[in-house]
């Protein structure tokens, strides 16, 4: 079974900085393509930031690039979201996903990831 644990949600003040960290089980030998998604109170799930297997493609959302840097180390089975210059704006439940097999190039559609990590609270205060 495939399983995405996330990491490293937490409080930070506006202009800080946070990293994320999504280890993910049950996936030796398959190639697939990762993004992190966030959700505020009231919102839909917007898309953040995808990359490829190799990660050598990278997919970011307007409202954080150059801010927002995802990365993956497949020999440790994780992926990361580093956030610098974080905002009040970017306070959300931060979501960690995979495609399936097969699928290594990133996608901005929630619809385009079949497994999930259970969210992790990212709150930037003023």
């Known amino acids: 079974q495939v399983q995405l644990v996330e990491s490293g949600g937490g409080l930070v003040q506006a202009g800080g900085s946070l990293r994320l960290s999504c280890a993910v089980s049950?996936?030796?030998?398959?190639?697939?393509?990762m993004g992190w998604f966030r959700q505020a109170p009231g919102k839909e799930r917007e898309f953040v930031a995808a990359?490829?297997?190799?990660?050598?493609?990278?997919l970011n959302a307007e409202s954080v690039k150059g801010r927002f840097t995802i990365s993956r180390d497949n020999a440790k089975e994780t992926a990361y979201l580093q956030m610098d210059s974080l905002k009040p704006e970017d306070t959300a439940v931060y979501y960690c996903?995979?495609?399936?097999?097969?699928?290594?190039?990133?996608?901005?559609?929630?619809?385009?990831?079949?497994?999930w990590g259970q969210g992790t609270q990212v709150t930037v205060s003023f």
């Open positions: 049950g996936r030796t030998f398959s190639s697939y393509a």
């Open positions: 990359i490829s297997w190799s990660g050598g493609f990278t």
């Open positions: 996903a995979a495609r399936r097999s097969g699928f290594t190039m990133p996608s901005m559609a929630a619809g385009g990831y079949d497994y």
